[in-house]
């Protein structure tokens, strides 16, 4: 995975896209280094809302905060949460509404993951197994079913690939985190502290990767994630996209009988094909 990834899968659209299309900050304290880290902004009158600094304005305390919470994160070899996603979209009239997801989170590396997703948008589960990866909607009882590389890194790649499948969580379940922020990270700086957001003392940092501008709340004990908010530099309506985390647990047990569910076997199959992927001419449809 690299920054690109965190990029597309923080658009926030529908974790399993390739079924729905078939079915149908905080109050922190800001610190003084905030302004130290915009001085390059401000020293440009002409320099226009977003734009990135030519050289990196990369705060030390602000890297050793995302480089800890990534370390926590690569280390577990197991782990489940829940993540709620809220991303805006234009109205007919112009001011933007919220829309959300929400998943539970599945995980054992180097070649486990379940995902399902309640709504609030089409219902959908996902299970990879180390070899085949599922992708079932259970209002329509459709089901795909495609061969997948031996890890979750190279399955989320080929599933994104192949079907325009993704996560808005990618970049925390990868097996390197903070290699796939920091290829293209041009800005990062602390903000303060929140004690708002999951319940818990948090650290606010904030940085820029990929040309997406994020804003993170990291435990300031745990170094797990808490909320990330993203803009992104080419959107010209600065629209929000929010990414909630909680019931966090780490190393813990995952029964061989969770990646997979019986109910896809009386399923109708469909390709495991990206939605907008043009219909074969002159051959009929088939099951896989």
Same mark, same amino acid.
């Given at each position: +995975? ?7 899968? +923080? ?143 190279? +399955? ?36 303060g502290k929140s004690n708002l957001i999951g319940g ?89």
């Open positions: +995975m690299t920054a690109v990834n965190f990029t597309r899968s +923080m658009r926030l659209l529908s974790a399993l896209c390739v079924l729905a299309s078939a079915a149908c900050l905080a109050n922190a304290q800001i610190s003084p280094s905030l302004a130290a880290a915009s001085a390059p902004e401000k020293a440009n009158p002409s320099a226009s809302i977003g734009q990135v600094p030519s050289r990196p304005v990369l705060e030390p305390k602000a890297v050793e905060i995302l480089k800890a919470a990534c370390a926590r994160l690569a280390a577990a070899k197991s782990m489940s949460f829940t993540a709620i996603v809220t991303y805006e979209n234009p109205s007919r009239f112009g001011f933007p509404l919220a829309y959300g997801t929400t998943s539970d989170v599945l995980l054992q590396r180097p070649d486990k993951l379940r995902v399902i997703t309640p709504g609030d948008g089409p219902a959908s589960e996902f299970y990879y197994d180390g070899k085949r990866m599922t992708v079932f909607s259970p209002a329509e009882n459709l089901v795909a079913v495609a061969d997948a590389p031996p890890t979750v890194d190279a +399955m989320l790649e080929t599933a994104f690939h192949s079907a325009a499948v993704y996560f808005p969580f990618d970049d925390v379940i990868v097996n390197d985190p903070y290699k796939d922020i920091s290829q293209d990270l041009r800005v990062a700086f602390y903000i818990t003392t948090t650290d606010v940092i904030a940085y820029d990767s990929g040309g997406v501008f994020i804003e993170a709340w990291i435990g300031a004990e745990d170094r797990l994630p808490r909320m990330l908010r993203a803009i992104y530099a080419d959107d010209p309506l600065q629209l929000r996209h929010v990414l909630l985390f909680s019931n966090w647990k780490l190393d813990v047990p995952v029964p061989a009988n969770s990646l997979s569910t019986s109910k896809v076997s009386s399923a109708k199959h469909i390709p495991f094909a990206s939605p907008n992927s043009p219909p074969v001419v002159g051959k009929p449809a088939t099951n896989p």
